[in-house]
């Protein structure tokens, strides 16, 4: 709480208590900012503010004293320049009708969710702007492990936002020499590289389940990255933002850091255990295996070439043995790479 | 050796015995190839040879006993379909000048090499154009760490040749279960992504070295992919060829994965080890460390901005302490994605 604000957001409210919520309010709360942190469940939000630790999702690190923490987001309202929506893709929809009527007109609401909502198949904004009606909306998506945030460790974001101003002001408030935020007008193929790479994430984990190497892994990445560039841009993002930071970069850390949970998931059904057994002994859901089934539904509705979100789609909702998957993958005819290409 | 050869490459001579030139023998040996192994040491020939083994750049794999082992190239030409050259940047001058004079006319050689020439920042393929005239040239790249292709572990990889016949023989008769190989028309593309990821990769590697953990570093290659396009299609490649298999897949393995050579070095450098006692405990070159001297040239003849690269030469070559390049990378001021994009 000793570095100076810059740009002119200054009271902020992240809205849920997850992994990446509570790191962004402390980020936020060590660049000077006032935060409050609203959360669904009252009881634990007492834990967290007595205890200015959140246990359950982000082990290790303390909540500066200067953020608030309370279950009735009204009382956090007052002077309020932005929310920032922090709420799994699952809950999105009851979280946000809950607090819709109580919103001040014009709020921007800046969203942290990568994922797509099952049924609709709309991308995080979507359901926002359906549920919350006219104001500034936007996305901060990028390869941002919550614990490395949270410990200070640098790393590099994207805002995209529908109004331009709003894209600056995130920028200008959220930038500091630890975290460097780029801003990017292609707010769909923002939003999109980060719901979309979940399920590449878990293909990824297969193959360290299977253990089939870097070699093969990296093929499979490659590939997986022009994949979510064929739907994302159908689904009107911009190719080129796929490559990019929130596409791409997002891509590599989920897909190699040891701790990410889509990888994760993906390793242990690699090495044989059950759905869900997997589910059952994971505290926060791993975004793919949701959004693996919007993705089968608009590779169908689109007729597109999809083959590894197919195969974890497979693999997870059709009992699809892993090793299978892999064949499929390798076994096809010789060709061209241009044919896999942008 | 009991699969069928497909294809009418049926002999072939690999030039080199290190560990990707050993591993390609394996490889194509099992395939039921005809390999014989050049080797430029007479006395460690011999060691090959009898004990089936090369314990001093591919230790734990046996090569198969069909796979003969000579110094003396001429005694191995003889009904030779492909001459496959799997030779150090900084030995290939010497190497093949000394070969050319014995070639057959026509004789196609594909090169497994990933480095720019010192002094004449020439293309490993441009140096065996001018040393061995006019004969079919290719190259074969992409992610391809050699000891998991000598398990058997499977990979995909790029065959770009100037003459597409020969790359339809190599698809064919390099292809298998295991391996998978897709064609490129691009052989600049090809052959430059392989040799300029390698200075990509000691950056990543000191980002490990330094402990900057997974959202630092994907930020890092997806920015390094980027530069690689930059360079590579100022030098004549096409730039959708370096986000394919041969530029950002062979990248992703050389930075991710725990056993690359380059990756390594950075790791080391980041540590606080000096340069040459690195470089005298390895027993195989990193071709990084030699590729930063071409690399540093071309951007200053062609005026292009590439800061990684750039910063790995002032550390290698200059002294500048690893931790200020981070600085350098980081501090630089916000701005729009875009600049950074294809």
């Known amino acids: 709480v000793n570095a100076k604000p810059t740009g002119d957001i200054q009271r902020v409210v992240v809205v849920g208590d997850g992994g990446w919520g509570t790191a962004m309010a402390i980020l936020l709360a060590m660049a000077g900012r006032q935060v409050s942190l609203w959360t669904h469940d009252e009881a634990y939000g007492a834990v967290l503010s007595e205890s200015r630790a959140n246990p ?14 309370s279950a009735d987001l009204s009382t956090l309202l007052s002077g309020c320049d932005l929310l920032v929506s922090a709420v799994p893709t699952e809950f999105l929809r009851i979280v946000w009708s809950g607090h819709a009527a109580h919103l001040p ?16 198949d709309l991308r ?26 949270a410990r200070g460790l640098p790393a590099a974001t994207v805002v995209a936002c529908d109004d331009s101003g709003l894209a600056q ?10 975290f460097r935020v780029y801003r990017n007008p292609d707010l769909a193929g923002v939003e999109l590289g980060g719901a979309l790479k979940n399920v590449i994430a878990i293909a990824a984990g297969l193959c360290d389940g299977l253990e089939l190497g870097e070699n093969a892994k990296a093929a499979l990445v490659d590939r997986g990255v022009k994949e979510i560039a064929r739907l994302g841009e159908r689904l009107g993002g911009q190719r080129r933002t796929f490559f990019g930071l929130s596409g791409l970069g997002d891509l590599m850390t989920t897909c190699y850091s040891r701790v990410s949970r889509n990888r994760t998931f993906g390793e242990r059904l690699g090495r044989g255990e059950a759905v869900s057994d997997i589910k059952a002994s994971m505290k926060q859901v791993a975004e793919g295996v949701k959004t693996s089934v919007p993705v089968h539904d608009l590779m169908q509705r689109h ?40």
Chains 1, 2 share one sequence.
Do not use: C, W
């Open 169 to 178: 002001r995130v920028q200008a408030s959220f930038s500091s020499d630890k």
């Open 56 to 69: 359950r999702f982000l082990p290790g690190f303390e909540i500066p004293a200067t953020v608030r923490v």
């Open 105 to 120: 007109a014009g709020l921007p609401i800046l969203s942290l969710t990568k994922g797509l909502e099952a049924g609709t």
């Open 303 to 342: 007729g597109l070439a999809l083959p590894i979100s197919e195969e974890v789609y497979q693999v997870i909702h059709h009992g699809k043995a892993p090793r299978e998957t892999v064949r499929s993958l390798m076994l096809r005819g010789p060709k061209d790479e241009a044919e896999d290409l942008l």
């Open 124 to 149: 995080p904004t979507q359901v926002l702007r359906e549920l919350t009606g006219a104001r500034p909306l936007g996305v901060l998506s990028g390869p941002n492990i919550a614990r490395e945030i």
